[in-house]
């Protein structure tokens, strides 16, 4: 199988990384000269608590690569999605399965609505990865992939369970299930708590259990998240949801979101697409979205005042 990963950030030169390392006939298609050229001479070093290892992934910023690819994995931030399918879209073949494990809202109905329903495939990851440099990363958790059906497509199940063998063959453990939408809801839910308020308050994930006045905000959170989620056909329980979020911000005590990430480096952040997101369906819906509409305005005022500084 030859797989297409676009973006060559955290995620992109994880998965790369690994399914090379696997034997995977990967190429990573990157709009920066420097990256491909950096990622070509020298490979991609993943960096893990104290050691490293080298892989050599295809590396090239010609999106033609596309037309050889078996499955395309979208790596890029939600706010590049459409640009990125309307790049590879001319050049890969009818067969060509597509598939995401984006954070945020509508990455999947954006790209079912480039390739078509029944070759787009959805999830999520818990695999955690921040990029230290042209080609290199930090894997600071190897967490699961999980794949599976979504409202918005219609990719037959045996497709979606031999693109996870596909996955795990190579290195990457990633099972799919029968409907992957209520956890990649939740999961949206649990980004739409961890980052904006670390991102605001500059803290990482872990301390956020330490200031007191924050259980207030992250119950208008999961509130309002569980009701948007209901609005999108999803009845997730509040307990269990709220459970998660504190089980998720446990489990990656020391991590830097990558929201803080991308505050503290100038960068924009997917906050329109996270808690933006939530508050635009439950408005829409006539509901009001008080929590969700002030942070993701904070967190955009953060991202102008880094851009200005
Ligand atoms: N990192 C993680 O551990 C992790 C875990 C779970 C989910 N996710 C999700 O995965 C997605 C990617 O996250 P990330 O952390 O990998 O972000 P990232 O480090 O910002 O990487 C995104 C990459 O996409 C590239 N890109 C943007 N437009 C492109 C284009 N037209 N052609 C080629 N490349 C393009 C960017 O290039 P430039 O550098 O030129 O901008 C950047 O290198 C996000 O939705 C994120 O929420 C990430």
Redesign the pocket.
Known sequence: MRILV?????????FAGVMSRHGGDVTI????RE?AEAISSNGVIINEGKSSWRAWPNCTTDPRTASSTDLCLI????Y?TE??AR?VSPYLNERCIIAT????LN?VERLAEAFGPERVVAG????????TGLNSVYH?YDGETVLGRHPSTTTPVEKIGRVADELTRMGLKTSAVENVYPEVLTKLII?SVINPLTALLGVRNGELLEVQELSWVIDRLVEEGVEACYLLGAKLSPGQVKSRVYEAIKATYENKS?MLQ?IERG?RT?IE?INGALARILRAAGRPAPTNTLLTQLVLAAERKGRRS
């Open positions: 676009v973006g060559a950030g955290a995620l992109g030169i994880l298609l990157t709009r920066r990256a790596c890029v931030k939600s590049d640009t990125v790049m494990v984006q954070n945020g990455n999520y990851t818990l695999q955690a990865s921040t990029l600071a980004n990558s991308d960068r997917e697409f």
